[in-house]
């Protein structure tokens, strides 16, 4: 897939704190991508983007993203959007065109609430915990290859957001994954405070309690340090609650690296801007957008056997 890459980047010294491990995934020269997207919160914040439900009545699975900018936005798979008549995470990696508006496929991440609480959409700062974004994941790619559609397993996800609130200790009237991330938010506050990133970090690996969970690498060091505080919040989130996400087999970092940007991926033209790749191997799934043969995101995550066509 991005096997060309593989003599383009390298890993640094990993860093720890508590329960999670973060190794930089380091470019050794140059970009991997000459694009250089706005991210979703400087958008908002600018008033160029406003995101929405798709209607006054809502559908779930489905947002309308408005871009009256000069440049692309950049959302993040399993970004978080608070606000109007549910949470939501966005399903993949999306750039949303100059000048354009599009419908982006979502998760509900608050069963218990349908009702408006504002207008529109924030951004909450934050990815969703490794957990429920790699099962959430599975269940796209399945979709995207049988049905051509963008579609999580919404029960699986409520499930993962259900399990999640319990073993943080979270209770929340409306079921909502953001209760969990307000009520551990001090803990969370430390791990931020423990890591940084490096000059030339384009990505990076993750451990919790020692297991490989996954990686994200992006096709430029801006990119990377715009998303980087909102990847180790949901990391976070995970280590505090424990990572129990199958039964996986000793990997160590730089062969899963190598294993990601080898990988054999499905191709399908993107939501908004550019192409996007879909994982589904054997070993490790995950997904990709590119542009003009640019990378702009890869996630990647490490898959027990018995996960294979599993998804939700």
Not at 81 to 93: D, E, M, S
Not at 298 to 312: H, I, N, S, Y
Request: a neutral charge.
């Amino acid at each position: 897939m991005f096997a060309a890459l593989l003599d383009k980047v390298s890993l640094g010294a990993p860093s720890t704190f508590r329960n999670l491990t973060l190794t930089p995934i380091l470019l050794k020269d140059g970009a991997l991508s000459s694009l250089e997207p706005v991210s979703l919160e400087d958008a908002l914040a600018a008033g160029t983007l406003r995101v929405s439900e798709v209607s006054a009545e809502g559908h779930v699975p489905e947002l309308r993203v408005g871009n009256a900018g000069e440049a692309p936005v950049l959302i993040l798979d399993g970004e978080e959007l608070v606000g109007a008549k549910q949470n939501r995470i966005v399903n993949v990696t999306i750039l949303v065109p100059p000048h354009a508006e599009i419908v982006i496929p979502v998760s509900c991440i608050e069963a218990g609430r349908w009702g408006y609480s504002r207008p529109g959409f924030a951004a909450a700062g934050r990815v969703l915990n490794p957990e429920i974004r790699y099962r959430k994941a599975e269940a796209v790619t399945r979709s995207l290859k049988e049905k051509r559609l963008r579609f999580s397993d919404q029960r699986a996800v409520w499930d993962g957001v259900d399990k999640m609130l319990y073993a943080l200790g979270s209770a929340s009237p409306t079921r909502a994954l953001s209760d969990g991330f307000e009520n551990r938010a001090n803990a969370i506050a430390d791990y931020l405070a423990a890591f940084v990133t490096q000059p030339g970090q384009v990505g990076v690996l993750y451990r919790i309690g020692g297991v490989l969970a996954g990686l994200d690498l992006f096709g430029s060091e801006r990119m990377f340090a715009r998303s980087f505080l909102k990847l180790v919040r949901g990391s976070a989130l995970q280590a505090l609650a424990g990572y129990k996400n199958g039964e996986r087999p000793p990997l160590d970092d730089l062969p899963f690296l190598r294993s990601a940007l080898a990988a054999p991926a499905d191709r399908f033209p993107a939501v908004g801007l550019g192409e996007e790749l879909r994982i589904d191997a054997d070993a490790i799934g995950g997904g990709a957008l590119q542009i003009d043969s640019g990378l702009v995101h890869l996630f990647a995550f490490a898959r027990a056997p018995r996960e294979k066509g599993m998804g939700g």
